[in-house]
């Protein structure tokens, strides 16, 4: 070893660097032929190839010389320095070697695969390991990739190198995220680089055990921002997401839900997300392979990860994509709608639909379940019209004691469909557009009524007068009405019973 280290040492001083590659091949013919126990020595070839490399630059000429004597014919490195890393990224996929890469140097990757590594620690391996996989791919495109991940795949329980499966998670993340870095040279050959990256993906969703894995990893992590303007990044991830919608496993569909605080792919594959436009189809789809799972425990995280997308599941299902009328559907049974314009624009959705028209039917029969003794009152979803209330009112019995019409669209026609219920004791008809000639209905025919919600209605003092009938009147709601102090005063001293009223907001608030 002396004798090669003395004649590598004179060689370079003279410059002469053909003959310093003559003499590396020399001392790894001599290192194979020669048997060597310790291992320091056994890793002295290694250290003199490493620092030669590092000290000069070899020409062309030189490249086959040193990448035969460091591939499995010659020293048959199994882990390389940063300088044997370097040479042979910057070297091997322009040499007649490229053509043997698996046969050469797959043990190599394999051994570096195998081993616990950071590689942003390393990333002289991170750009070898890249390399190696784009040579790969440029030659044997996808198949290459399959036959790669097959040797360093087995069946997890029973696999000795639980590492594997980290280490190729952590050289595809770390890869597309140099590789959507603006000053990165992966940059001009961007897609080049990207189907090779899709292919290590998409193969490992092929191995059963592993697809779990991957969906996991996908999930949590947070792909580089230049990856979302990537109209080819997208196109591919979307195929991933299908696969994920459509896989047979349960576990693996919950990975289109958001998790730890970073967006789902619900969430980032929606109609209305800017930053990825025409999203419909494969929205439907997630959502589609979502829906079952709302039936095997899973109902809370799905109706949860899917109210920020409200707005898009009302466009769907207005677009008679059933499964958004029931995903409305239960969002509104299960109070994950409160704010009123949602509910409004909810049951607008569900309305354009056959289906959602029935689920309209059976929720107001379900809200209305009662023998009308009680003061549990009569409701009506947002946007309910007079013809609505007429129609729910008919399976209600005659003893109905309280209405609820609050934020409805019913006018002052509704009056005549709640006359026939003599013993009504309270009403809201808050934020409606009911009008005097209704209030002057129900003042004829309603003399039990004990409460009555008129806020934000078109009430005027002509209605107010025929309010002086209501003897048992004891609560009066008026607030942000269209009534004047003396109109109000008059009413007041006609009901003698009258213990609560609000009046805010109108022009006889000082009363």
């Not at 091949?25 to 003199?48: A, G, T, Y």
């Not at 069946?155 to 990165?184: E, I, R």
């Not at 003399?447 to 806020?455: R, V």
Request: charged letters at 25%.
């Amino acid at each position: 070893m002396a004798h090669f280290n003395i004649k590598l040492k004179a060689d370079q001083e003279k410059g002469k660097a053909l003959l310093v590659a003559a003499t590396i091949k020399d001392l790894v013919s001599f290192h194979r032929k020669v048997p060597i126990v310790q291992e320091d020595i056994q890793q002295l070839p290694l250290e003199i190839i490493s620092r030669h490399l590092r000290e000069m630059d070899f020409p062309e000429m030189c490249w086959n010389t040193i990448l035969e004597a460091l591939g499995s014919n010659g020293l048959d490195v199994q882990i390389p320095t940063p300088e044997i890393c370097e040479f042979l990224s910057k070297h091997l996929p322009e040499s007649s070697f490229a053509a043997m890469v698996d046969s050469e140097f797959g043990d190599m990757i394999m051994t570096l695969l195998k081993r616990q590594e950071d590689y942003r620690r390393s990333p002289h391996i991170l750009k070898f390991l890249t390399t190696y996989l784009q040579i790969l791919y440029k030659r044997r495109r996808k198949a290459g990739v399959v036959d790669l991940l097959k040797r360093l795949h087995t069946v997890s329980v029973d696999c000795p190198h639980q590492q594997v499966f980290d280490n190729v998670m952590q050289l595809v993340y770390l890869a597309l995220g140099d590789a959507f870095n603006p000053d990165c040279e992966l940059r001009k050959k961007l897609n080049d680089f990207l189907v090779v990256f899709q292919a290590v993906v998409d193969t490992m969703l092929d191995f059963e055990d592993w697809r779990l894995k991957t969906a996991v990893k996908l999930q949590d992590y947070p792909f580089p921002q230049g990856a979302w303007n990537d109209a080819d990044f997208i196109a591919w991830v979307k195929t991933v997401v299908v696969r994920f919608a459509n896989d047979s496993s349960e576990k693996v569909r919950l990975c289109l839900l958001p998790s730890r605080g970073h967006l789902g792919w619900v969430q980032r594959f929606t109609p209305s997300t800017r930053e990825l436009r025409n999203n419909a189809d494969i929205f439907a789809t997630m959502v589609r392979s979502l829906r079952p799972l709302m039936d095997q425990g899973w109902r809370r995280e799905v109706l949860e990860s899917l109210v920020p997308q409200f707005a898009a599941c009302c466009y769907m299902a207005e677009h008679s994509h059933s499964d958004f009328v029931e995903i409305l559907s239960r969002m509104l049974e299960m109070n994950y709608i409160v704010d009123h314009r949602e509910q409004e624009l909810a049951w607008k959705a569900l309305r354009s639909t056959v289906k959602g028209r029935n689920f309209y039917n059976e929720y107001i029969k379900r809200q209305n379940s009662t023998d009308g003794s009680s003061l549990e009152p009569f409701c009506m979803p947002p946007t309910a019209t007079d013809d609505d209330v007429a129609n729910a009112l008919r399976s209600q019995p005659n003893s109905l004691q309280a209405i609820n019409l609050t934020s409805t669209a019913v006018t002052g026609e509704v009056a005549n469909h709640l006359i026939r219920f003599r013993h009504l004791k309270s009403i809201s008809l808050w934020s409606t557009p009911f009008t005097d000639k209704g209030l002057r209905i129900l003042a004829d025919n309603l003399t039990e009524l004990s409460s009555l919600d008129l806020s934000e209605t078109q009430i005027t003092d002509s209605g107010l007068d025929a309010l002086s009938r209501l003897n048992s009147l004891e609560v009066l709601r008026l607030n942000s009405t269209q009534i004047t102090a003396g109109g109000f005063k008059r009413l007041k001293k006609r009901l003698p019973n009258l213990v609560e009223y609000n009046v805010s907001y109108t022009a006889a608030s000082e009363v």
